[in-house]
C-alpha cells in the first residue's frame, strides 16, 4: 500500500519559494537576448565597478542627513543603472571646529535608478556560473563537437609540451 507524504502549511511554502530562488535556464536566455552589455558585465562579476577612494583624493559629497551625515553617490559605470550611496560621519580634530580628524563611512547602500536591473519578481535570481554557461551556450549553438574536437587535436599536437591535456 502506497503512503501520502502531507506537507504542513510551511513545508509548501518552502517548496513555493526554492521553486522560485532560481531563474531558470530559460529565464536567463530570454534575460540575456535583452540585457545591456554593461547588465552582463555587473551580473556576471557580482558587483558593480564603483571606483575605490584613492589615496590624497579628495570626496565629494552631494549632501547631508538629518542627523549630520556626509552622503556620497556614485554611479557605476558598468551598468549605470545603481548607484552607491555611502554615508560619512567626519569628526573634526580636539580644540579645532573645522580641521578633519577622521572619516568614517558608517552606512552604504545600492540605490536602483533602473528597476528593470532586478529582473521580473517572482522570477528569481540570475546565478553568475549560469550567466556563464548560458552565455557560452549561445556563443557555441550549432557547433558540430566532432569538429570541435579535432580542432583542439590539431591544436594540442602543435603545441603538446606547453599546453595541458586533461587526457
Not at 16 to 22: C, G, N, P, R
Not at 81 to 96: H, I, N, S
Not at 122 to 130: C, D, N, Q, V
Request: charged share 35%.
Amino acid at each position: 500500500m502506497a503512503t501520502i507524504k502531507l506537507r504542513s502549511v510551511q513545508g509548501e511554502t518552502q517548496d513555493a519559494i526554492s521553486d522560485t530562488l532560481w531563474a531558470t535556464d530559460d529565464a536567463i536566455s530570454e534575460w540575456l537576448d535583452t540585457a545591456d552589455e554593461g547588465d552582463i558585465i555587473c551580473r556576471e562579476r557580482v558587483r558593480h565597478g564603483y571606483r575605490r577612494v584613492r589615496r590624497g583624493e579628495r570626496l565629494n559629497f552631494v549632501g547631508r542627513t538629518k542627523s549630520g551625515l556626509f552622503i556620497r553617490r556614485q554611479l557605476c559605470p558598468d551598468c549605470r543603472k545603481v548607484e552607491l550611496v555611502e554615508m560619512y560621519l567626519l569628526k573634526a580634530r580636539r580644540g579645532t571646529k573645522n580641521v578633519l580628524a577622521q572619516a568614517e563611512r558608517v552606512a552604504s547602500y545600492p540605490n536602483y535608478l533602473d528597476r528593470s536591473y532586478l529582473g521580473k519578481p517572482g522570477e528569481g535570481r540570475k546565478k553568475p556560473s549560469k550567466i556563464r554557461d548560458m552565455i557560452v551556450t549561445k556563443a557555441m549553438e550549432g557547433i558540430d563537437i566532432r569538429e570541435l574536437e579535432r580542432e583542439v587535436a590539431e591544436y594540442e599536437a602543435a603545441h603538446a609540451p606547453e599546453v595541458y591535456s586533461a587526457s
